[in-house]
Structures are given as C-alpha cells and as structure tokens.
C-alpha cells in the first residue's frame, strides 16, 4: 500500500489524529483535488463542489488534531476517499 494510502486509512480511522504529518496532509489534500493558498503559517485548501475551505496550520510538523478531523468530515461529507487512488 502506497504511503499516501496510508495516511488516507489513518485519518479515516480517526485513532491517532495527533500523529498525521503535516507534510503528509498537505500531499493527499493536493491530490484529492484540493488548491492550496498560503498566508503567513497558515495552509488554506479549497476545492470545487465543497463548500468548506480547510485552514490548516503545522505544529511541531504534525498537524492539529482538530484540524485532522476536519479533513475527515470533508472527506466521508464529500466521498473523496476513493479520489486518492487516481
């Protein structure tokens, strides 16, 4: 399995949202489709036909565990995880 799936399964099985690499997130956001802005720290991600826009911020390069539940919300509201694999 891929690193990226990985990550994906990780998040998804929500049992070490203060574990997920920053850089990590930042990559499988990227290839779910998302657009990355940057403003100072902060990493905003926005994508078409999501309504939210994920703010994401590192902390010790790990990201926060709030944010991390976050991109879980967008990704099982939205049904992207299956987008990972392409």
């Not at 990985?6 to 099985?13: N, V, Y």
């Not at 990559?27 to 309504?51: C, M, N, P, Y």
Request: glycine fraction near 8%; charged fraction near 25%; include cysteine.
């Amino acid at each position: 399995m891929a690193p990226a799936n990985k990550l994906l399964d990780q998040i998804l099985r929500g049992d070490s949202d203060a574990n997920i690499p920053f850089s990590g997130m930042v990559q499988l956001l990227k290839r779910l489709g998302f657009r990355e802005r940057t403003k100072g720290s902060r990493h905003i991600f926005f994508r078409d036909g999501v309504a939210e826009i994920l703010n994401l911020q590192s902390h010790s390069g790990k990201c926060k565990p709030y944010q991390v539940k976050q991109v879980w919300n967008v990704i099982i509201n939205y049904r992207l995880a299956g987008e990972a694999d392409a």
